[in-house]
């Protein structure tokens, strides 16, 4: 299993979570030079929400979380592309914007299942995975 396959597999299952959520996809890897945005979306409460993910896959409880990856570091960078966008897009944020991570943990014996599942079949398997919204980070 490489990382980015990982982390591209979590990314898939974050989006269709806040769908089901009632969220408003904007745009997805949003890039710049200096970071990424994940997914950038408006909130059920038309608030908009840059979107960090975060994934492992598990077979126990001794494995890394995601949350293990994000440090100060990250934070800060990504808190700056989140203004730059808001600044260039101001009609986007114009009921404020915040910064939300979701972590999302794949049990091991699934993974290679799910990677390979078009995203109709992929969410009845977001059941299978520990999928953590924490908003406002």
Known sequence: ????????????????????RKYKVIDKNFRRPWGEIDIISKSP????????????VFAGTNFPTPEDHMDNGKIKRLRKICEYFANRFTNLSDNGWKIDFISVRMPKEKYSLMSKLPDVLLTRFIKYCDITLVENI
């Open 45 to 56: 409460d038309n608030e908009l929400s840059f979107m960090e993910v975060k994934s492992s």
């Open 1 to 20: 299993m490489k990382t980015s396959s990982i982390g591209k597999l979590g990314e898939r299952i974050a989006f269709l979570y806040i769908k089901q």
